[in-house]
């Protein structure tokens, strides 16, 4: 029974495995498609404050809200 078992979850950990790499194939590209045009890149100054600093600076306007709002009642 113990060996049953095991031979499933090897069949559906392969299957995932499988399934996940066969639904990316676009994360794999390495040629560019007609019509593309990524632009510049960012600085790492411009990548920190897009990636850090605005989610921080809007939680804390949004917790700053909910403190304001909980006060008045």
């Known amino acids: 029974m113990v060996n049953l078992n ?7 950990l392969g299957g995932t ?11 794999q590209a390495l ?11 960012l600085s790492v100054i411009e990548t920190l404050g897009l990636f850090v600093l605005a989610p921080l600076a809007l939680f804390a306007v949004i917790a700053g809200l909910v403190i304001l ?5």
């Open 17 to 27: 495995t499988l399934l996940t790499l066969l639904a990316s194939p676009a994360a």
């Open 6 to 12: 095991k031979k499933r979850a090897a069949a559906v």
């Open 31 to 41: 040629t560019r498609d007609d019509g593309d045009d990524p632009g510049p890149g």
């Open 69 to 73: 709002s909980d006060r008045k009642r």
